[in-house]
């Protein structure tokens, strides 16, 4: 069974629409993040979610709504998409101690392209 | 000002020999944890090794190891007898923030790992 799943793997869209991806995690994990990774690889952090209250929030635009129904659910909502947006979204998880349980086991990608 | 940095866009290795991937990091609290990730070209993101700022002893993980040096902080990592499924993207990961939730990952660059016959 996947740990972390994503859907949809992919997602080609023109710009202005809007869009939503899913993320599923079955670790048993309390926090779950959404990071972004940019055509040249670079990782950053959208967004944190513990118990599903948002803790995180990266200085990103308002036209990102992450929405978390459960603990193990954590979705991505995209309004007017721009062509900047087009990138790699990881939907990530963890429990929220340390000494490595903070370990965070990312989803498979989703891979929007706007044109 | 970078809190992860890999200097090594690229590597080449041969077929079963080791190899090291640099990684600094700069942070100020005392509490942190270093991560180690691998990307193939399949895009997924995939875990190796973790380093926690207070272990005493370097992470391994099969044939990877984590070379943690505190005082330089540097925490770089060992593949040994490298194979061809190794050519990867490796990224080096910080977590930042100790409160329940705050705890984010920072990432480098990036090191693209090839690996040859």
């Known amino acids: 069974d996947t740990a972390v799943s994503q859907t949809p793997k992919y997602l080609v869209t023109q710009m202005g629409n809007d869009k939503s991806i899913k993320c599923e995690q079955n670790?048993?994990?309390?926090?779950m993040y959404w990071y972004k990774q940019d055509s040249k690889k670079f990782l950053k952090i959208m967004f944190s979610?513990?118990?599903?209250?948002?803790?995180i929030n990266e200085t990103v635009p308002n036209r990102f709504s992450p929405k978390s129904p459960d603990k193990a659910h954590l979705n991505l909502h995209i309004n007017s998409l721009e062509l900047g947006d087009s990138a790699v979204y990881f939907c990530?998880?963890?429990?929220?101690?340390?000494?490595?349980?903070?370990?965070?086991?990312f989803g498979p990608g989703t891979r929007l392209l706007v044109l | 000002a970078q809190k992860i940095t890999q200097t090594q866009p690229g590597m080449f290795v041969q077929e079963k020999e080791a190899v090291t991937l640099d990684c600094t990091y700069d942070?100020?609290?005392?509490?942190?944890?270093l991560f180690w990730y691998k990307q193939p070209s399949s895009g997924e993101m995939i875990f190796l090794i973790y380093?926690?700022?207070?272990?005493?002893q370097n992470a391994t993980e099969g044939r990877y190891s984590l070379n943690f040096q505190k005082a330089r902080k540097s925490a770089n990592l060992v593949i040994s007898a490298s194979q061809l499924g190794d050519s990867a993207m490796y990224f080096c990961?910080?977590?930042?923030?100790?409160?329940?939730?705050?705890?984010?990952?920072?990432f480098g660059t990036g090191t693209r790992l090839l690996v040859s016959p």
């Open positions: 990530a998880s963890s429990h929220s101690g340390g000494g490595g349980q903070e370990t965070q086991y």
């Open positions: 670790l048993g994990h309390d926090t």
């Open positions: 979610y513990n118990n599903k209250e948002l803790i």
């Open positions: 942070t100020s609290d005392p509490s942190y944890g």
């Open positions: 380093q926690g700022s207070y272990d005493q």
């Open positions: 990961a910080m977590r930042e923030g100790r409160s329940t939730g705050f705890q984010k990952l920072v």
